[in-house]
């Protein structure tokens, strides 16, 4: 039977916290140090009792990376714009990267999610909340505020990774609508880099 993977990528600029959001929803240990991402990181999950992989693509906003990450982004079923609540800077290159990619017809037919990180955090600056919701609005999508430290938001996520397979993808009728992906016994992790 054919493994069906619900591919899920995110990018954004470095030291946003897409690594640690990425082995938060996957049931990684966060590295104590920070490992600057090289390119493309791959965790994934598998779903006992399924054929079914949620496949996370830790993509790297760096310029350098462009074109290999627009090809992870391209075959992505859904794509999460990331910026870091503690930094307006990091917004504006993450509208910098949207904007590059906007050229692309993909994006249009993409389901997109605009997601601020480390929104725990007390470093916060003011109207980074209107900043997500503003992104939102230009990619027609939602903006949901995470945090890899309180796992907030990740529910959120995981809520339109089921919604999305069970419209898109399901082919063995197998519906997510009921599965707890954040389940803790439900972790299989792997990571590969
Ligand atoms: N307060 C807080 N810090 C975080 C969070 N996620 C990541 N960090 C910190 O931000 C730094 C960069 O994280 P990392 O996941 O490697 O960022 P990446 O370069 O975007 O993959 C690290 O020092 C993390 O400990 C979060 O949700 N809250
Ligand atoms: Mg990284």
Request: charged fraction near 25%.
């Amino acid at each position: 039977m054919k493994v069906n993977t619900l591919k899920l990528a995110i990018i954004g600029p470095e030291y946003i916290g897409k690594t640690n959001l990425c082995k938060e929803m996957t049931g990684q240990d966060k590295a104590s140090t920070y490992i600057g991402t090289i390119g493309v990181d791959y965790l994934h999950r598998t779903i006992p009792g399924t054929k079914l992989t949620v496949g996370l693509w830790d993509l790297s906003g760096a310029k350098r990376f462009e074109t290999i990450i627009e090809s992870f982004a391209r075959n992505s079923d859904i794509l999460m714009f990331g910026f870091s609540s503690e930094d307006k800077g990091s917004y504006n290159l993450m509208m910098e990267l949207y904007n590059r990619f906007s050229d692309n017809y993909f994006l249009r037919k993409k389901e997109i999610i605009v997601i601020a990180t480390k929104t725990d955090s007390s470093k916060s600056y003011e109207g980074y909340k209107e900043d997500g919701s503003l992104a939102a609005t230009k990619m027609s999508c939602k903006f949901i505020e995470t945090s890899s430290v309180t796992r907030a938001g990740i529910n959120d996520i995981f809520d339109i990774c089921r919604s999305h397979y069970d419209r898109n993808i399901d082919p063995q009728n197998f519906k997510l609508e009921n599965v707890d992906l954040s389940d803790p016994t439900l972790k299989t992790p792997c990571y590969i880099c």
